[in-house]
């Protein structure tokens, strides 16, 4: 018996960890991987044969993200997460909270400016579109918080309390739609937070903080919502096959508890990543003030040293 028009049959066993990690790839979020994966290759090894360094670090990260991706898009857990409410909720908060994270840490923009050759005067090439989207007036738009932290919200309340999730759920292209619409969301929501690709909206670390903890709080009334509900609020996940041996709506508060849980985990993953980059910036500014002062001689602290000693005059 099919489910949704997906061609995947209900007779699921139940479920336990290793039944979801087994091998199911979707064709769409395979290939968008290997590609991810084989630019950003390309990027690094272009860097490295003309002699410039790129940290280890921001490869890893990047890595990892594509990763994260495959392993809730390219395995059984895509399958149990069209009859499990529980399952596809931690589809939902890896690729729309921890995947977009560890992509941006990889600094994919900042890489493909540095790898991608310049197309020489008069001439548009792939870096140059590159430069004209970052600069245009769509991304300074999807990338401020006016836009940005409603939309965040909007795709949890906006999605699930309303038939567009049985809507979109119903076909292969709904799904993977959906898909791309959390991890989509997901990046222009933490990209200004992230502040490691160059934007159009940077603020300082303050407001990235502000922005960040702007939106956490609503994961977590949805998750309590769903967990303290007294009957199925998704008709998707209302009456799950038999073989799965699970009940709705206990699964629908597994969901709720999985969906409260996750909007700490980015928000402890970000603070670090942000007390970090403050902490370096602030560094690499206490290195420029030196420099400084080693080229002037230190002419602010004579200066200073001058004006202290006609005070002293005076007296």
Known sequence: ?????????????????????????????????????????????????????WPVGRTVAFVTGVL?????????LNDYGMVMFSVHM?????????????????????LALRALPTAGRGRKGPRE???MLLHSRYMR????????????IASLYALYFTPLF??????????????VHFLAVGLVFFWPIMGVDPGPHRPGYLMRMLELFAGMPFH???????MMASSPMVETFENPPASLGIDALSDQNAAGGIAWAFSEVPSVLVLLALVFQWYASDQRQARRTDRAADRDGDKELEAYNAYLASLNARG
């Open 1 to 53: 018996m099919d489910h949704s028009g997906h061609g995947m049959t209900m007779d699921l066993p139940p479920f336990t960890l290793g039944r979801g990690l087994g091998w199911s790839a979707d064709p769409f979020f395979l290939v968008a991987c290997l590609v991810g994966l084989a630019l950003y290759a390309w990027g690094v090894v272009r860097l490295t044969r003309r002699g410039d360094k």
């Open 68 to 76: 994260s991706i495959a392993l809730v898009m390219c395995t059984k």
């Open 90 to 110: 931690v589809q939902h908060m890896v690729i729309s909270m921890v995947s977009p994270i560890l992509l941006l840490l990889g600094a994919p923009i900042t």
């Open 129 to 131: 579109l590159l430069l």
């Open 141 to 152: 738009i999807i990338t401020h918080p006016v836009f940005t932290i409603p939309m965040f």
């Open 166 to 179: 049985d809507f979109l759920m119903g076909s292969k292209v709904g799904h993977i739609a959906m898909m």
């Open 220 to 226: 977590a009334f949805f998750g309590i919502a769903l």
